[in-house]
């Protein structure tokens, strides 16, 4: 059983930054994969970046790529989403997932994961 809990999100203006974070627990091999996710209002859930606990690889969508970065502690079990930059679209609800074992192409599908946090909001204004 992995349980992951978010936190950092907040209110900025367009052009500034935030970090969330994402503290898991349970076993090393069951969160092999983590990810972060969004949720804007009667929007889907989208995929925003993911790493391999691992190896350190990381993935991006096109949306984040050169103004998010995701990174880990492994010391402190917690995976990081540094956003900078921050446009008024990516106001969403986001949300961090763990997962023991995922394909490439899908570490940006929220169907992939098994395991969720309740998420933390971000908000962006212009």
């Known amino acids: 059983q992995v349980h992951v809990m978010e936190s950092g999100g907040g209110s900025v203006q367009a052009g500034g930054s935030l970090r969330l974070s994402c503290e898991a627990s349970?076993?090393?091999?069951?969160?092999?994969?983590m990810g972060w996710f969004r949720q804007a209002p009667g929007k889907e859930r989208e995929g925003v970046a993911a790493?391999?606990?691992?190896?350190?690889?990381?993935y991006y969508a096109d949306s984040v790529k050169g103004r998010f970065t995701i990174s880990q502690d492994n010391a402190k079990n917690t995976v990081y989403l540094q956003m900078n930059n921050l446009k008024p679209e990516d106001t969403a609800m986001y949300y961090c997932?763990?997962?023991?074992?995922?394909?490439?192409?899908?570490?940006?599908?929220?169907?992939?994961?098994?395991?969720w946090g309740q998420g933390t909001q971000v908000t962006v204004s212009s």
């Open positions: 790493i391999y606990t691992g190896s350190g690889n990381t």
């Open positions: 997932a763990a997962d023991p074992i995922i394909a490439k192409f899908r570490l940006l599908v929220p169907g992939a994961y098994m395991y």
């Open positions: 349970g076993s090393t091999s069951s969160r092999r994969c």
